[in-house]
């Protein structure tokens, strides 16, 4: 058996997420079995819901939080009616607002708002209990009642400080009692001190053998790292690298990213790392020789690859470009929207389409808004962009994070030309300067305007497009899976 952990403590649908359900597929491809653990939380979604649209089969999904109970992931299907049973004969009022619903209690001074899974729907994904205005508790629901999260008011805000878990019946499974970043959790018969001790518990009860492999999707963010590592034995553990390892090295020393010191300082726990570049391959090879006489196996298999290469079945929008991320601050989007106003001062008809979503939505709206640029540039949400990519003629990109960059890989598989940051890895795999694109200093924001009027201006579009598919057929799914299958077959 595989198990595959995902660990953030919340969930970024990103590169990593995308990639991992990519692997699924793969290794179903291959008649491997696998289990992709998260050990996240989703207050805001359902995990079914979450993993079924990136592709997972529930089968294939073990959530962290509910591993100790009986609850198993599920779509959605709680009812207002079903929850309006709960209420008894207590008098309330009732109001709708799309996918919201109010309940208020006169009799008890309390308020329920309730969270539907849509504007059409009646099923209940949360309900937040307030109490003389302020937020005492949230109870979260699938089938039935799975957690509930009670609050304190302090300081003129709501401040979390219990967890509970329930069986299917109603029971207490366990508990997670926060105290602001510490926790611990009070099992039926324990009681463990840190998150990393939940992990190590859940980790003894899948009772891993020599025969299972544990692999670990390493990416920022991660701190638990080393718990996933210790409590692998005896199972064999593979890294999945999704970042660039190092900060800085000279002659005698390495400053490693914290979130692989562990697994540097004893290689020897790894049975292999997996990078996406055979650039990032080479680097970790040699400074692992030279910093810590190690020699461990690394292999280079992309976190993603192409069903094949998608040819537009009509015109493509002139002069409009495309830019896919999570809107974090490390995907630099505020940058694209600069370059591109600044842009369409040379290309009057220039256009912007950005796909994803995240917590930096807000900021690139009121971003537009002062630039004067809605007209043009738009937030589009994150959506499956399979035969969306090809409707554009360019892809742009300012994120300075990327060890691949899946995005840049789907816009050369539907033959897009890139304007990018000249970062290590992503771009230099990808865009071959002036032969399918142009890269530019990092966070030159000018010099990534003047590349996108170069593009439009000067480039012969044509010939970019016919190099950017030509690199792409070196990315087909079924070159990945040879790799997969050299690897563990």
Not at 289 to 313: D, F, H, M, W
Request: aromatic fraction near 14%; glycine fraction near 6%.
């Amino acid at each position: 058996m595989i198990y595959n952990f995902h660990h953030f403590y919340y969930w970024l649908k990103g590169g990593v997420e995308t990639g991992q359900a990519y692997r699924a597929k793969l290794f179903r491809t291959l008649g491997l079995e696998a289990k992709f653990i998260f050990a996240t939380t989703f207050p805001d979604r359902n995990i079914q819901q979450e993993t079924a649209y990136l592709g997972f089969l529930d089968s294939e999904v073990i959530w962290m939080y509910g591993f100790f109970t009986d609850c198993r992931i599920s779509p959605v299907i709680y009812t207002l009616e079903q929850l309006e049973d709960t209420f008894a004969d207590e008098r309330y009022y009732f109001s709708r607002d799309k996918a919201s619903v109010t309940y208020h209690f006169p009799r008890l001074g309390v308020a329920y708002q309730v969270f539907l899974t849509g504007q059409d729907s009646d099923c209940v994904h949360r309900v937040e209990m307030i109490s003389g205005g302020c937020l005492v508790r949230k109870d979260y629901y699938t089938y039935c009642r799975i957690y509930s999260e009670y609050y304190v008011p302090a300081d003129g805000q709501a401040h979390l400080y219990l967890r509970r878990f329930f069986h299917e019946d109603g029971r207490v499974a366990y508990e997670e009692v926060v105290d602001g970043s510490d926790v611990f959790y009070k099992l039926p018969d324990r009681i463990l001190y840190s998150r990393e001790e939940l992990v190590g518990e859940m980790m003894s009860r899948l009772k891993l053998t020599k025969e299972d492999l544990v692999l670990i999707d390493a990416e920022p963010g991660m701190i638990e790292k080393a718990a996933f590592i210790q409590n692998a034995v005896p199972a064999g553990v593979g890294l999945i690298m999704h970042a660039d390892h190092f900060w800085n090295f000279d002659e005698e020393h390495v400053l490693w990213y914290g979130i692989y010191e562990y697994a540097f300082a004893h290689p020897e726990k790894i049975r292999f790392f997996i990078t996406n570049t055979d650039a990032q391959s080479n680097l970790l090879r040699e400074q692992l020789k030279r910093y810590k006489n190690a020699e461990p196996k690394i292999c280079t298999i992309p976190v993603s690859g192409l069903e094949k290469l998608r040819k537009p079945q009509k015109a493509r929008r002139r002069h409009a470009l495309i830019s896919v991320g999570r809107l974090a601050p490390e995907k630099r989007m505020n940058q694209v929207i600069e370059a591109v106003a600044a842009a369409r001062k040379e290309v009057p008809d220039l256009s912007l389409d950005i796909y994803g979503e995240g917590a930096e939505e807000k900021h690139l709206q009121e971003l537009i808004g002062r630039l004067g640029c809605g007209d043009y540039v738009r937030l589009c949400g994150f959506q499956k962009l399979d035969e969306v990519y090809q409707e554009y003629e360019a892809y742009v990109s300012a994120s300075y994070v990327e060890t691949l960059g899946v995005t840049l890989l789907e816009a050369i598989g539907s033959g897009l030309p890139i304007v990018s940051y000249d970062i290590r890895y992503g771009a230099q795999m990808f865009v071959d300067e002036g032969k399918n694109g142009y890269k530019v200093p990092w966070e030159d924001v000018a010099a990534l305007a003047k590349g996108i009027v170069r593009l439009f201006t000067e480039a012969d579009l044509e010939e970019f497009r016919r190099h950017s598919y030509e690199k792409a057929e070196g990315y087909l799914n079924q070159e990945v899976e040879k790799k997969w299958r050299d690897l563990l077959c």
